[in-house]
């Protein structure tokens, strides 16, 4: 269930993510009408992708079935997600008001307020799932319910932050929801949808592959969980150079400094080789230890876990580094609003050249599950040189 919310939500957020670079194009170029324009469009966008997401998440138990899902887990997924698909409008709403903050040079508060917001989470999620402080025990619906609870309070405290900060007055966020430009509207909407499908062409192929895992029985699926999961608490750090990128890139393309933007979006992928440097190393030099930290790799059940997991670490380290320099370029791209083209490469990388080396090198050559993540560094690769190459094509003529 969560992860299901999760993908859906991150789906939309990716689509939003043009509202962000909407917004510092304008307030790069000095235009403090258009950027008022930009975030009200992100409003109506969020609006938009409202209502069909929330019928999906409602329904989702009926997809859950056809996969072949056991019905008691399906149950279970079902209270969680009809409880937490309350929180979705205000979750995108507040994945606006964070794009027009951050594009605007301020993200501080909204960074304050997600922090707030998880600690929260957690609490909420004890006394909900538990029943404390007199109510009731909601059990797996609790933290669906405090999920979104949460959401509407970090929603609630940034429309209201925003409404009441002088520094955003002369934007009037307050009134974004009454200015609907349909030329603008359809123009984030195309570009905002490439980036919807770009995510979703990535999630898949990562989804793809952990289902391929299972083929090769559970210790090997229960190793690649441990490597997928380090390696998703390592990209974070990728996501966020990221989105910096694509705020500056954006904000020195709306004043016409396309030489400005270039030097941004690669001081931006170059910041991210030394820090994914740094974790190939532990990655190589510490992978007992790593695996340390998900299960005791002692025990003799475990011992096929382990050697299966030290493999993958080992190709994990070159997957980061690619996975890191594709992600920036793809935010240095999405400030300069080339969203079709990474949405093409995108494809091509991850299924083209990911999925389909990994499956020959895998099963066809007989390579085993390793084959798997040898598919990704070919396919991270191949995404990383050819979103730089269109970076560096777009503003080639202002590098000099």
Not at 213 to 227: K, N, Q, V
Request: charged share 10%; hydrophobic share 55%; glycine share 10%.
């Amino acid at each position: 269930g969560a992860v299901t919310f999760s993908t859906l939500a991150s789906v939309c957020r990716s689509a939003l993510s043009v509202v962000g670079a909407s917004v510092a194009n304008a307030f790069g170029a000095g235009k403090t009408e258009r950027v008022s324009h930009a975030a009200s469009q992100g409003v109506w966008l969020a609006a938009t992708l409202c209502l069909p997401m929330m019928f999906v998440i409602w329904h989702f138990d009926s997809i859950l079935l056809l996969t072949g899902q056991e019905e008691g887990i399906v149950s279970l997924a079902k209270t969680y997600l009809q409880a937490i698909v309350w929180g979705f409008p205000a979750a995108l709403g507040f994945c606006v008001l964070k794009e027009v903050g951050s594009a605007l040079n301020r993200p501080q508060f909204l960074i304050v307020t997600t922090v707030v917001g998880l600690l929260l989470n957690v609490a909420f999620n004890y006394v909900f799932m538990f029943g404390k402080f007199g109510l009731p025990s909601l059990g797996l619906a609790g933290i669906g319910w405090a999920s979104a609870l949460v959401f509407w309070l970090n929603f609630i405290a940034a429309a209201i932050w925003m409404c009441c900060d002088e520094y955003f007055k002369e934007y009037q966020i307050d009134r974004a929801w009454r200015q609907f430009d349909k030329d603008m509207f359809v123009n984030i909407v195309q570009t905002g949808s490439f980036l919807g499908l770009q995510y979703a062409a990535e999630i898949g192929v990562f989804t793809a592959i952990a289902l391929l895992m299972g083929w090769f029985g559970t210790d090997t699926l229960a190793a690649h969980e441990i490597t997928a999961e380090t390696e998703s608490f390592v990209e974070t750090v990728s996501i966020g150079i990221s989105y910096a990128t694509m705020m500056r890139v954006g904000q020195l393309k709306g004043q016409n400094d396309l030489r400005g933007a270039s030097r941004a979006g690669f001081v931006g992928i170059a910041l991210i080789v030394p820090v994914a440097s740094i974790v190939a190393l532990i990655f190589w030099l510490f992978p007992n230890f790593i695996v340390e930290l998900y299960l005791d790799s002692s025990h003799p059940d475990n011992v096929e876990i382990v050697g299966t997991a030290i493999s993958f670490l080992e190709v994990a380290a070159i997957v980061q580094l690619f996975y890191g320099i594709q992600t920036i370029a793809a935010g240095a791209l999405i400030g300069l609003k080339d969203t079709q083209t990474p949405m093409a490469i995108a494809l091509f990388a991850y299924w083209g050249v990911g999925m389909g080396g990994g499956y020959l090198m895998a099963f066809t050559l007989g390579w085993g599950s390793t084959g798997l993540w040898l598919g990704l560094v070919l396919g991270l690769l191949m995404s990383a040189v050819l979103l730089t190459l269109r970076f560096y094509l777009l503003t080639y003529e202002h590098n000099s």
